[in-house]
């Protein structure tokens, strides 16, 4: 796979001196592993390379080699390389791209989203894997890369957190040969599932306590309406709604499971989850946001009772005329 676009890679690596690797703003386990495992491969390489993300890692991160590196504001400018992980369009990669001097030195695009825009000057982007990592998993050793046990963990990091621990639809016997292969490499998987999946702060279960006291049902829609204030005396700083959105999502009788969570700046963040024959991508997309068919979501302008009752409206509707589909 990838001939051509490994061929090209490696062209564009022989000519870079100095090479930015960016990953997506509010970076998840895919993000930062993908960052942190392209620097071990080009530190292998023997690169000068600059690790960045318009926000840094959230700590349960912190077991990753390189994750110190990581720089949110950029102590220079001048690249001859770009190398972006884990972002559908060019847009993700937030300000550390967008405030590079023009003209832009020239990209490698690793990526898995099926959105993907294709930006890159040369784009390694493999829709069916499961993660940015399952694509550095074949990138990295075609360039010489050996699978060294640090940056096998990353690369696991990336495969665990994208499936949520291999339970999302797209995970498949390769899925599996990959994950074996990193284990065999030297990746410690009860370590990742545990410092990446299972251990969370106290403050999440005070917001799932508060989110899970707030919840209503109606119609198939089981939904949690989150106060500024209320948001804030969990002490949950996050984006998203911290998993409370997939435990609204994974009860019998819910069709579409929501989340909505105002902030100081008045916005309500929406989350939306919902397992198959219903899909909340067009509700999503119709609110103005985006994503995938059983998770997606929008970011709307406040008083949150006001969208709320637009929110919880429409995602009725979606169930109604679904529900008549199927
Ligand atoms: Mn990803």
Redesign the pocket.
């Known amino acids: 796979m990838f001939a051509y676009e490994i061929e090209a890679s490696k062209a564009l690596l022989a000519k870079a001196s100095r090479i930015l690797v960016i990953t997506h703003i509010a970076p998840d386990g895919?993000a930062i592993g993908a960052l942190t495992a392209v620097g071990l491969g080009l530190e292998q390489l023997n690169k000068q390379f600059t690790l960045a993300c318009d926000d840094q890692a959230p700590n349960r991160f912190s077991f990753l080699t390189l994750v110190d590196r990581l720089q949110t504001v950029l102590t220079h400018n001048a690249y001859d390389l770009v190398i972006a992980v884990?972002c559908g369009d060019m847009q993700r990669m937030g300000c550390v791209f967008a405030d590079l001097p023009d003209p832009k030195p020239p990209i490698i695009n690793l990526d898995?989203h099926v959105t993907n825009t294709m930006f890159g000057d040369v784009n390694v982007v493999d829709p069916k894997a499961n993660?940015?990592t399952e694509v550095l998993y074949y990138w990295l050793p075609a360039l010489g890369v050996t699978l060294t046990p640090p940056l096998a963990l990353s690369l696991l990091t990336g495969i665990v957190t994208?499936t949520l621990g291999f339970r999302t639809v797209g995970v498949t016997p390769r899925t599996f040969e990959a994950a074996g292969d990193l284990m065999r490499a030297g990746a410690d998987l009860t370590l990742v599932m545990s410092e990446a999946l299972t251990l969370k702060p106290l403050s999440t279960l005070r917001l799932w306590q508060m989110g899970l006291n707030n919840m209503r049902f109606e119609d198939g829609l089981l939904w949690s309406v989150i106060s500024n204030e209320e948001r804030k005396a969990t002490g949950f700083e996050g984006i998203g709604s911290a998993g409370l959105v997939n435990m609204l999502a994974d009860v019998y009788q819910a069709a579409i499971g929501a989340v909505l969570m105002a902030y100081d700046d008045g916005k309500v963040y929406v989350s939306f989850r919902c397992r198959p024959p219903y899909s909340v991508s067009e509700l999503a997309l119709n609110l103005g946001g985006g994503g995938h068919p059983l998770a997606a979501g929008c970011t709307l302008e406040g008083p949150l009772s006001k969208v709320q009752e637009m929110v919880v409206a429409m995602a009725k509707e979606t169930i109604r005329s679904q529900s008549q589909l199927s």
């Open positions: 895919d884990d898995h993660s940015a994208d």
